[in-house]
């Protein structure tokens, strides 16, 4: 059975993009517009991670982090950023709630799912 992961980002066009790159490789793809969107996707169901952008509307990449950390089923999910942030203070606070990993836009798909493979859950 494949791996899930979770695109989660404001930008539909970006999303496709991921979703592309992932589906291409395997694995089946789950999308949220932002993070209060993905947490109602947490409901139980096996994810193996999750790809975030930092800024989006009604709940940001990082506070999605610290609230999927606080969910029993979903406390040790990998969280790839995926962001055009590259201040150290943001990466600081993204690591401090959990993220696992931070890679900055535009990306290449090759990179990105090499990071994807080496993250995500069995």
Request: aromatic letters at 4%; proline letters at 5%.
């Amino acid at each position: 059975m494949a791996q899930t992961i979770m695109v989660i980002d404001d930008s539909a066009s970006l999303r496709q993009v991921v979703s592309m790159a992932l589906k291409g490789a395997g694995y089946e793809v789950l999308q949220a517009g932002d993070g209060q969107a993905a947490l109602a996707l947490l409901d139980g169901r096996k994810i193996h991670m999750a790809v975030c952008d930092v800024n989006m509307p009604r709940m940001n990449g990082i506070e999605f982090v610290r609230a999927a950390r606080a969910l029993p089923n979903y406390k040790f999910l990998p969280v790839l950023m995926l962001t055009t942030e590259t201040q150290e203070s943001k990466k600081a606070e993204g690591k401090a709630a959990g993220a696992k990993a931070w890679m900055v836009k535009p990306f290449s798909p090759a990179s990105l799912l090499n990071a994807v493979s080496k993250l995500c859950l069995p």
